[in-house]
């Protein structure tokens, strides 16, 4: 609101911690970088529902920019500038608030249970020294990216790429199709029941068929049945992430020294 910023004590903050110049425009490497660690972050959190999107119109602006802030040697962090963000991008941070967590203020254990395990879900994809993080953090940035904007169409191939990054794999593609291996590989890692993964398998199918229209023919807008296709897409991914971010932690367990 055009004030001079000053940190809430009762706020809660995300600070991404990046090195190099940061212009205000935000076209700098280290402006990129840091924009591309919060758009991970987003999408993970949203994948693990600890964020979720509410569809609200909003009289205000959306927000335009983030505080830059530098360390100053045996002088903690000064305001250095303002790094302005696309307009998509600002409009979508409007709309995600927390999710409903379990447990409740007055029994905090449960909720506090709920954190621990996340946030080393978080951590571990977050912290990718190796290619399976990488490739984790990537598919959480085009999963947030899904989400905003108003081409439905490129939305809806948003969503399948984070699919394509988790679970493809060329040299088994080649051979049987990138589709099928997808479609088999999504309903068994993330169905539960023989009744699931046959639903996903039918699912999964028409999704790609929509894909394909898309890419190869041409489409104006989606259908409402391919409209509910997306939103099921959507939740693949989610549901995806959530089982490649559990692996990564225990590999990631499974590497530290014992205590």
């Known amino acids: 609101m055009n004030k001079e910023p000053a940190w809430d004590e009762n706020g809660i903050y995300l600070q991404?911690?990046?090195?190099?110049?940061?212009?205000?425009?935000?076209?700098?490497q280290p402006a990129i970088e840091a924009i591309s660690i919060l758009k991970t972050f987003f999408g993970i959190c949203l994948s693990l529902?600890?964020?979720?999107?509410r569809y609200v119109y909003s009289s205000f602006l959306p927000l335009n920019a983030f505080y830059a802030h530098r360390?100053?040697?045996?002088n903690g962090w000064v305001i250095d500038n303002k790094i302005?963000?696309?307009e998509g991008l600002g409009s979508i941070m409007?709309?995600?608030y927390f999710e409903d967590l379990p447990g409740s203020d007055e029994?905090?254990?449960r909720k506090n249970q709920y954190f621990a395990i996340n946030l080393a879900y978080i951590s571990s994809v977050l912290d990718h020294r190796e290619a399976d993080g990488e490739r984790i953090a990537t598919a959480?940035?085009?999963?947030?990216?899904?989400?905003?904007?108003d081409n439905e169409l490129l939305n809806f191939i948003q969503a399948t790429v984070v699919l394509e990054i988790l679970l493809g794999d060329k040299s088994a593609s080649d051979e049987i199709g990138l589709g099928e291996l997808l479609r088999s590989r999504c309903a068994y890692l993330i169905g539960k029941t023989r009744q699931q993964r046959g639903e996903i398998l039918q699912d999964f199918k028409e999704i790609y068929q929509v894909r394909s229209k898309i890419v190869h023919q041409g489409k104006r807008h989606l259908s409402s049945n391919e409209r509910r296709l997306f939103f099921l897409l959507v939740w693949m991914g989610q549901r995806v992430?959530?089982?490649?971010?559990?692996?990564l932690s225990k590999d990631a367990d499974k590497g530290k020294p014992a205590e």
């Open 16 to 28: 991404v911690m990046v090195k190099g110049y940061l212009n205000s425009y935000g076209t700098t």
């Open 94 to 96: 409007s709309q995600i």
């Open 241 to 247: 992430i959530q089982e490649e971010a559990k692996l």
């Open 84 to 86: 302005s963000i696309d």
């Open 140 to 149: 959480c940035q085009w999963l947030f990216e899904s989400y905003y904007g």
């Open 107 to 109: 029994n905090p254990i």
């Open 49 to 53: 529902h600890i964020f979720k999107r």
């Open 71 to 74: 360390g100053v040697h045996n």
